[in-house]
């Protein structure tokens, strides 16, 4: 279900996603896409545009070296200054419910062993977005990432990560057969 934006905001928030292991990433989903739908640098400081795929996909990558390298909160830093649509005090509290459950993922899927490029899709040079798996010692986690051009360089429209693997698949995957 797509949650409407609130005013003056941008996209709106993802909810009610399966899990196959409840209780572990429900609320990570929740704070996830909320933490990274928003937050900003202040005015002085401006992040280096992201002018090109490439420059996208290595933003992408250079948080999730991070959080295979176990710190999350670096790659939620890293992340940040390109998502525009929550106030800081959400992003503050969101960010601390997220890291708070960082151990819960060590704890049922183990430590953190590499990333994975899984799809790449652009629509009319317009909207990119990039899936990825981190991959645990007895688990991965889906990353999705959603940037829009509205001009010349991409920003972060939407961020999620959850463990439904079957989607990884798409529609055909949970088709049933005839």
């Known amino acids: 279900m797509r949650v409407p934006p609130r005013k003056g905001h941008g996209a709106g ?20 896409t909320l933490l990274l739908a928003g937050a900003t640098l202040p ?11 490439r420059d996208v996909q290595s933003l992408c990558e250079n948080a999730l070296s991070h959080v295979v390298e176990g710190d999350l909160a670096q ?12 106030s800081k005090e959400d992003v503050d509290s969101l ?19 590499g990333y994975l ?3 790449r899709e652009n629509l009319k040079d317009a909207i990119l ?34 463990d439904d693997i079957e989607a990884l698949f798409g529609p055909k995957a ?3 057969a005839k």
């Open 13 to 32: 928030v993802t909810r009610g996603i399966r899990f196959q292991r409840p209780g572990i990433l429900p609320a990570l989903i929740l704070g996830s």
């Open 43 to 53: 005015d002085s400081q401006t992040p280096p545009a992201l002018k090109t795929e």
């Open 75 to 86: 790659g939620v830093a890293t992340l940040r200054p390109y998502a525009t649509s929550i």
């Open 95 to 113: 960010e601390n419910q997220l890291l708070g459950q960082e151990g819960t993922i060590k704890q049922s899927y183990g430590d953190a062993i």
């Open 117 to 119: 490029l899984i799809s």
């Open 129 to 162: 977005k990039l899936v990825y798996v981190v991959k645990y010692e007895r688990h991965l986690i889906r990353w999705s990432f959603i940037f829009y051009k509205p001009y010349d360089s991409w920003i972060l429209d939407y961020f999620n990560y959850d």
């Open 174 to 176: 949970t088709a049933p």
